[in-house]
């Protein structure tokens, strides 16, 4: 790669995973594919080697890091469970590991509280992807990572979105040519006894865990958008780019009972503001508007959520390298299930819950 960066990008062969390997023996960080996003990795079991993430990324210590394993034998060293969570996490490993499945279960006490923020849960979570798994079976230690990415900012899920943040690091990424196959993080739950709390939506559907556990006792719970504001690392504003970024629906401003000149002064304050703006679309549905916009582009142009959820971070990558003042993403996640859930996570947290309205009256003429 090109002589002004400092990141070393190494492709998958047996030379550099051993090296890499070293650096995690040694406690560096390396820089690592999932089947979700890149993973800033580090020795789990090394406070030097985790003080190392949490400069890198900027992020705050108060907000805990995920511990990767390549199995549940290696997992269950690093938790505590008692019976009734052990016979739930079975079932769930069994179905889902390696996989986009985080398990927050109760930590033994070789996890320091450096990774779990003084916690005393710890997330863990089985890769698919065989460098992450080659990577952490080689080192035989559990690796701590966040997604590779400074804190707040958009996740990469695509080796070219590293540069973005690590190209003058002194640090290994190994990477895969495709992007990572998910492209959005892992689905993060919650276990406490027989009770189940989804924490981040992911891949993994809760309707998925529920039929897996059908025949189980286990209460769910789902924290909403607005009453995690105070967990570690649920920010409301997070995935930020460098632009005004808004959801946006339509009104019809009849319903405003305003006068008329009130009514064309909104017109014409909306349109000069979309004239700025792109708008990010789902299923073609403001299609037949895109001239109204400053540029367009649909997340999934056939209406395909899963295709959203993998286009997601690299259109919000490549808007932060376009000159417009505004985004505004169409609001068609709201209020649905499954995918539709994890995606409306992401994209609110990304306008940090602003909203846009656009009289349906602007439309009229199109
Ligand atoms: O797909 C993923 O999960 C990716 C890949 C690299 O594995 N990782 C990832 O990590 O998304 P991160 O740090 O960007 O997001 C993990 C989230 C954070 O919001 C963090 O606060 C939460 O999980 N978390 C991690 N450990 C926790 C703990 N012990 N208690 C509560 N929340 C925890
Ligand atoms: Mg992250």
């Keep these: 790669m090109n002589k002004d960066i400092t990141a070393q990008f190494l492709e998958h062969n047996d030379n550099n995973i051993n090296d890499c390997v070293n650096d995690i023996i040694n406690n560096d960080l390396v820089i690592f594919p999932t089947e979700t996003v890149y993973g800033l990795g580090g020795n789990a079991l090394n406070e030097n080697a985790i003080k190392k993430i949490y400069k890198i990324k900027k992020r705050s210590i108060?907000?805990?890091?995920?511990?990767?394993?390549?199995?549940?034998?290696?997992?269950?060293?690093?938790?505590?469970?008692?019976?009734?969570?052990q016979k739930l996490i079975l079932k769930l490993v069994n179905k889902f590991w390696p996989g986009p499945l985080t398990l927050l279960v109760k930590k033994s006490s070789f996890i320091s509280d450096l990774v779990t923020a003084g916690s005393n849960y710890v997330g863990l979570r089985c890769p698919?992807?065989?460098?992450?798994?080659?990577?952490?079976?080689?080192?035989?230690?559990?690796?701590?990572?966040?997604?590779?990415?400074?804190?707040?900012?958009?996740?990469?899920?695509?080796?070219?979105?590293l540069l973005e943040y690590f190209r003058n690091d002194k640090i290994k990424i190994l990477y895969d040519k495709e992007p990572c196959k998910f492209g959005i993080e892992s689905t993060i739950?919650?276990?406490?006894?027989?009770?189940?709390?989804?924490?981040?939506p992911g891949m993994i559907t809760l309707d998925e865990i529920k039929e897996t556990l059908k025949n189980d006792d286990v209460i769910y719970e789902y924290?909403?958008?607005?009453?995690?504001?105070?967990?570690p690392g649920t920010d409301i504003s997070h995935y930020k780019l460098n632009k005004n970024t808004l959801l946006f629906n339509f009104i019809d401003i009849n319903l405003l009972n305003s006068d008329k000149k009130t009514m064309q002064n909104i017109i014409s304050t909306t349109k000069k503001y979309i004239d700025n703006s792109v708008c990010v679309d789902f299923g073609k549905k403001n299609i037949k508007y895109r001239d109204l916009f400053a540029g367009y582009v649909d997340l999934s142009s056939k209406g395909d959520i899963k295709e959203a959820c993998y286009n997601l971070y690299n259109v919000l990558h490549q808007l932060n390298t376009i000159e417009v003042k505004n985004v505004l993403i169409f609001d068609f996640y709201y209020g649905k299930e499954g995918?539709?859930?994890?995606?409306?996570?992401?994209?609110?947290?990304?306008?940090?819950?602003?909203?846009?309205?656009?009289?349906?009256?602007?439309?009229?003429n199109i």
């Design 223 to 231: 924290k909403s958008l607005v009453n995690q504001s105070n967990s």
């Design 128 to 161: 698919d992807n065989k460098i992450a798994l080659e990577l952490i079976q080689k080192s035989m230690f559990p690796i701590a990572a966040p997604s590779a990415n400074i804190s707040g900012k958009v996740t990469s899920s695509y080796h070219k979105h």
């Design 339 to 364: 995918l539709f859930n994890t995606l409306f996570d992401r994209v609110f947290r990304c306008s940090s819950g602003k909203r846009i309205c656009i009289p349906i009256q602007l439309l009229e």
């Design 62 to 85: 108060k907000n805990p890091l995920i511990v990767h394993v390549s199995d549940w034998k290696m997992g269950s060293i690093y938790c505590d469970v008692n019976h009734v969570e």
């Design 189 to 200: 739950i919650k276990i406490n006894n027989n009770e189940i709390t989804l924490m981040r």
